[in-house]
Nanobody, 112 residues
């Protein structure tokens, strides 16, 4: 069974930082490109960032480029998203995803 358990969300002030983690199991993590996506209340899902299976290539939505950094540790089957200079518009539930599966996500709220 594929499991994608995201953690690290919370309430942070504008300009603050958070690091999200996603613990993966049930598949060959090191062979699979991974993605972070988010969904804000009342809005559709938004792709945030992607990373190749070996971590050598990373991709970002324009809205987060320069502020977020995606990475992975294939030895630990874990995906990360470092989020800096957070803005209220970043408020959403963040999910880690493969092309077929998505976890429950973790809530990020940016507010003063």
């Amino acid at each position: 069974e594929v499991q994608l358990q995201a953690s690290g969300g919370g309430l942070v002030q504008p300009g603050g930082s958070l690091r999200l983690s996603c613990a993966a199991s049930g598949f060959n993590f090191s062979s699979v490109p991974m993605t972070w996506a988010r969904q804000a209340p009342g809005k559709g899902p938004e792709w945030v960032s992607g990373i190749s299976s070996d971590g050598g290539n990373t991709y970002y939505a324009n809205s987060v480029k320069g502020r977020f950094t995606i990475s992975r540790d294939n030895a630990k089957n874990t995906l990360y998203l470092q989020m800096n200079n957070l803005k209220p518009d970043d408020t959403a539930r963040y999910y880690c995803k493969t092309s077929r599966d998505r976890g429950q996500g973790t809530q990020v709220t940016v507010s003063s």
